[in-house]
Antibody, heavy 122, light 106 residues
Framework: QVQLQESGPGLVKPSQTLSLTCTVSGGSISSGGYYWSWIRQHPGKGLEWIGYIYYSGSTYYNPSLKSRVTISVDTSKNQFSLKLSSVTAADTAVYYC??????????????WGQGTLVTVSS | DIQMTQSPSSLSASVGDRVTITCRASQSISSYLNWYQQKPGKAPKLLIYAASSLQSGVPSRFSGSGSGTDFTLTISSLQPEDFATYYCQQSYSTRAFGGGTKVEIK
Protein backbone atom coordinates (compact mmCIF):
# COMPACT_ATOMS: atom_id res chain seq x y z
CA GLN A 1 0.00 0.00 0.00
CA VAL A 2 1.49 3.30 -1.10
CA GLN A 3 1.59 6.03 1.52
CA LEU A 4 2.64 9.66 1.25
CA GLN A 5 3.54 11.90 4.17
CA GLU A 6 4.17 15.63 4.07
CA SER A 7 6.62 17.25 6.46
CA GLY A 8 7.99 20.72 7.06
CA PRO A 9 7.50 23.90 9.08
CA GLY A 10 3.94 24.82 9.93
CA LEU A 11 4.77 28.52 10.21
CA VAL A 12 6.69 30.61 7.69
CA LYS A 13 7.38 34.33 7.81
CA PRO A 14 6.29 36.61 4.98
CA SER A 15 8.84 37.01 2.17
CA GLN A 16 10.59 33.77 3.17
CA THR A 17 10.60 30.44 1.35
CA LEU A 18 8.15 27.69 2.20
CA SER A 19 9.79 24.25 2.08
CA LEU A 20 7.96 20.94 2.30
CA THR A 21 8.96 17.34 1.71
CA CYS A 22 6.82 14.37 0.78
CA THR A 23 8.11 10.95 1.79
CA VAL A 24 6.76 8.02 -0.21
CA SER A 25 6.54 4.52 1.26
CA GLY A 26 5.23 1.27 -0.19
CA GLY A 27 6.55 2.09 -3.64
CA SER A 28 9.62 3.53 -5.31
CA ILE A 29 9.61 6.94 -7.01
CA SER A 30 12.45 5.76 -9.27
CA SER A 31 10.40 2.87 -10.68
CA GLY A 32 8.79 5.39 -13.02
CA GLY A 33 5.29 5.42 -14.41
CA TYR A 34 4.00 8.13 -12.12
CA TYR A 35 4.12 11.87 -11.71
CA TRP A 36 4.35 13.28 -8.19
CA SER A 37 2.26 16.36 -7.50
CA TRP A 38 1.83 19.12 -4.98
CA ILE A 39 -1.69 20.49 -4.44
CA ARG A 40 -2.86 23.12 -1.96
CA GLN A 41 -6.14 24.18 -0.43
CA HIS A 42 -6.67 27.61 1.07
CA PRO A 43 -8.74 27.54 4.28
CA GLY A 44 -12.35 26.85 3.40
CA LYS A 45 -11.61 27.01 -0.33
CA GLY A 46 -11.06 24.71 -3.29
CA LEU A 47 -8.09 22.73 -4.53
CA GLU A 48 -5.23 24.28 -6.49
CA TRP A 49 -2.71 22.15 -8.38
CA ILE A 50 0.82 23.53 -7.88
CA GLY A 51 2.91 21.29 -10.10
CA TYR A 52 4.41 17.86 -10.61
CA ILE A 53 7.71 16.09 -11.11
CA TYR A 54 8.77 12.84 -12.74
CA TYR A 55 11.47 10.65 -11.22
CA SER A 56 13.84 11.87 -13.93
CA GLY A 57 13.46 15.40 -12.62
CA SER A 58 11.28 16.82 -15.36
CA THR A 59 8.70 19.23 -13.97
CA TYR A 60 5.64 21.20 -14.91
CA TYR A 61 4.22 24.02 -12.82
CA ASN A 62 0.92 25.86 -12.62
CA PRO A 63 1.56 29.05 -14.63
CA SER A 64 0.01 31.15 -11.87
CA LEU A 65 2.75 30.04 -9.45
CA LYS A 66 5.56 29.18 -11.83
CA SER A 67 7.79 32.14 -11.00
CA ARG A 68 7.93 31.15 -7.32
CA VAL A 69 7.80 27.33 -7.35
CA THR A 70 10.51 24.70 -7.47
CA ILE A 71 9.77 20.98 -7.17
CA SER A 72 12.66 18.56 -6.84
CA VAL A 73 13.09 14.83 -6.30
CA ASP A 74 15.53 12.76 -4.24
CA THR A 75 15.17 9.18 -5.41
CA SER A 76 17.75 7.93 -2.89
CA LYS A 77 15.44 9.02 -0.07
CA ASN A 78 12.22 8.29 -1.99
CA GLN A 79 11.14 11.88 -1.45
CA PHE A 80 10.08 14.87 -3.47
CA SER A 81 10.01 18.45 -2.28
CA LEU A 82 8.32 21.79 -2.77
CA LYS A 83 9.84 25.22 -2.43
CA LEU A 84 7.66 28.31 -2.73
CA SER A 85 9.51 31.59 -2.52
CA SER A 86 8.48 35.09 -1.44
CA VAL A 87 5.43 33.85 0.46
CA THR A 88 2.61 36.08 1.66
CA ALA A 89 -0.47 35.46 3.77
CA ALA A 90 -2.20 34.36 0.55
CA ASP A 91 0.00 31.25 0.57
CA THR A 92 -1.50 30.06 3.87
CA ALA A 93 -3.05 26.71 2.99
CA VAL A 94 -3.11 23.00 3.55
CA TYR A 95 -0.50 21.49 1.25
CA TYR A 96 -0.99 17.97 -0.09
CA CYS A 97 1.36 15.72 -1.98
CA UNK A 98 -0.22 13.16 -4.29
CA UNK A 99 0.67 10.42 -6.76
CA UNK A 100 -0.43 11.06 -10.31
CA UNK A 101 -1.12 7.70 -11.97
CA UNK A 102 -2.46 6.45 -15.27
CA UNK A 103 -5.64 4.41 -15.39
CA UNK A 104 -5.37 3.25 -18.96
CA UNK A 105 -4.79 6.52 -20.80
CA UNK A 106 -6.31 8.65 -18.07
CA UNK A 107 -4.27 10.40 -15.36
CA UNK A 108 -5.74 10.42 -11.88
CA UNK A 109 -4.60 11.28 -8.36
CA UNK A 110 -4.84 7.91 -6.64
CA UNK A 111 -2.83 8.36 -3.44
CA TRP A 112 -2.67 11.47 -1.28
CA GLY A 113 -0.84 12.54 1.82
CA GLN A 114 -2.89 13.64 4.81
CA GLY A 115 -2.03 17.28 4.17
CA THR A 116 -0.09 19.77 6.24
CA LEU A 117 -1.20 23.26 7.20
CA VAL A 118 1.31 25.99 6.49
CA THR A 119 0.58 29.42 7.93
CA VAL A 120 2.38 32.50 6.67
CA SER A 121 2.62 35.03 9.46
CA SER A 122 5.19 37.17 11.21
CA ASP B 1 -4.77 27.13 -19.40
CA ILE B 2 -7.95 25.15 -19.08
CA GLN B 3 -10.43 26.54 -16.55
CA MET B 4 -12.97 24.31 -14.82
CA THR B 5 -16.29 25.72 -13.60
CA GLN B 6 -18.60 23.79 -11.32
CA SER B 7 -22.21 24.50 -10.48
CA PRO B 8 -23.81 24.92 -8.12
CA SER B 9 -21.20 25.92 -5.55
CA SER B 10 -23.43 24.48 -2.86
CA LEU B 11 -26.72 22.67 -2.55
CA SER B 12 -29.02 21.39 0.16
CA ALA B 13 -30.59 17.98 -0.24
CA SER B 14 -32.28 15.27 1.78
CA VAL B 15 -31.37 11.63 2.21
CA GLY B 16 -32.76 9.72 -0.75
CA ASP B 17 -32.68 12.68 -3.14
CA ARG B 18 -31.17 12.51 -6.59
CA VAL B 19 -28.33 15.04 -6.84
CA THR B 20 -26.68 16.37 -9.97
CA ILE B 21 -23.50 18.45 -10.13
CA THR B 22 -22.20 19.94 -13.34
CA CYS B 23 -18.69 20.80 -14.47
CA ARG B 24 -17.75 22.79 -17.55
CA ALA B 25 -14.31 23.06 -19.14
CA SER B 26 -13.15 26.20 -20.94
CA GLN B 27 -12.13 24.07 -23.92
CA SER B 28 -12.64 20.47 -24.97
CA ILE B 29 -10.98 17.95 -22.69
CA SER B 30 -12.40 14.82 -24.35
CA SER B 31 -13.08 12.44 -21.43
CA TYR B 32 -10.12 13.52 -19.29
CA LEU B 33 -12.33 14.40 -16.35
CA ASN B 34 -12.24 13.00 -12.82
CA TRP B 35 -14.50 13.51 -9.81
CA TYR B 36 -13.34 13.54 -6.19
CA GLN B 37 -15.16 13.61 -2.86
CA GLN B 38 -13.65 15.46 0.08
CA LYS B 39 -14.79 15.37 3.69
CA PRO B 40 -13.66 17.92 6.30
CA GLY B 41 -10.05 17.46 7.37
CA LYS B 42 -9.43 14.70 4.86
CA ALA B 43 -7.70 14.37 1.52
CA PRO B 44 -9.89 14.04 -1.56
CA LYS B 45 -10.98 10.57 -2.65
CA LEU B 46 -11.36 9.51 -6.29
CA LEU B 47 -14.92 8.59 -7.26
CA ILE B 48 -15.06 8.70 -11.06
CA TYR B 49 -12.29 8.76 -13.67
CA ALA B 50 -12.34 9.17 -17.43
CA ALA B 51 -15.67 11.00 -17.07
CA SER B 52 -17.77 7.90 -16.46
CA SER B 53 -15.67 5.06 -15.00
CA LEU B 54 -16.46 4.16 -11.41
CA GLN B 55 -13.41 3.79 -9.18
CA SER B 56 -13.16 0.40 -7.49
CA GLY B 57 -15.00 0.31 -4.16
CA VAL B 58 -17.16 3.36 -4.89
CA PRO B 59 -20.92 2.73 -4.52
CA SER B 60 -22.88 2.38 -7.74
CA ARG B 61 -25.19 5.26 -6.76
CA PHE B 62 -22.40 7.51 -8.06
CA SER B 63 -22.20 7.97 -11.81
CA GLY B 64 -20.56 10.34 -14.23
CA SER B 65 -21.29 11.39 -17.77
CA GLY B 66 -20.23 13.81 -20.44
CA SER B 67 -17.39 14.53 -22.85
CA GLY B 68 -15.87 17.54 -24.53
CA THR B 69 -16.69 20.49 -22.30
CA ASP B 70 -19.74 19.48 -20.26
CA PHE B 71 -19.80 16.86 -17.54
CA THR B 72 -22.15 15.67 -14.81
CA LEU B 73 -21.79 13.82 -11.53
CA THR B 74 -24.99 12.20 -10.30
CA ILE B 75 -25.76 10.64 -6.95
CA SER B 76 -28.90 8.59 -7.53
CA SER B 77 -30.04 8.34 -3.91
CA LEU B 78 -28.17 10.52 -1.45
CA GLN B 79 -26.94 8.73 1.66
CA PRO B 80 -25.85 10.30 4.98
CA GLU B 81 -22.20 9.58 4.23
CA ASP B 82 -22.41 11.48 0.94
CA PHE B 83 -22.61 14.91 2.55
CA ALA B 84 -19.27 16.31 1.47
CA THR B 85 -17.63 18.58 -1.10
CA TYR B 86 -17.19 17.34 -4.66
CA TYR B 87 -14.54 18.48 -7.13
CA CYS B 88 -14.09 17.88 -10.81
CA GLN B 89 -10.55 17.80 -12.18
CA GLN B 90 -9.24 17.80 -15.73
CA SER B 91 -6.15 15.88 -16.76
CA TYR B 92 -6.21 16.67 -20.49
CA SER B 93 -3.63 19.43 -20.21
CA THR B 94 -1.59 19.42 -17.01
CA ARG B 95 -4.05 19.50 -14.12
CA ALA B 96 -6.80 21.79 -12.82
CA PHE B 97 -9.70 21.50 -10.41
CA GLY B 98 -13.15 22.98 -10.40
CA GLY B 99 -14.17 25.23 -7.55
CA GLY B 100 -16.10 22.53 -5.70
CA THR B 101 -19.71 21.82 -4.80
CA LYS B 102 -20.65 21.46 -1.15
CA VAL B 103 -23.54 19.07 -0.57
CA GLU B 104 -25.30 19.90 2.69
CA ILE B 105 -28.15 18.37 4.63
CA LYS B 106 -31.53 19.97 4.02
Amino acid sequence: QVQLQESGPGLVKPSQTLSLTCTVSGGSISSGGYYWSWIRQHPGKGLEWIGYIYYSGSTYYNPSLKSRVTISVDTSKNQFSLKLSSVTAADTAVYYCARDSLYGDFPIFDYWGQGTLVTVSS
Amino acid sequence: DIQMTQSPSSLSASVGDRVTITCRASQSISSYLNWYQQKPGKAPKLLIYAASSLQSGVPSRFSGSGSGTDFTLTISSLQPEDFATYYCQQSYSTRAFGGGTKVEIK
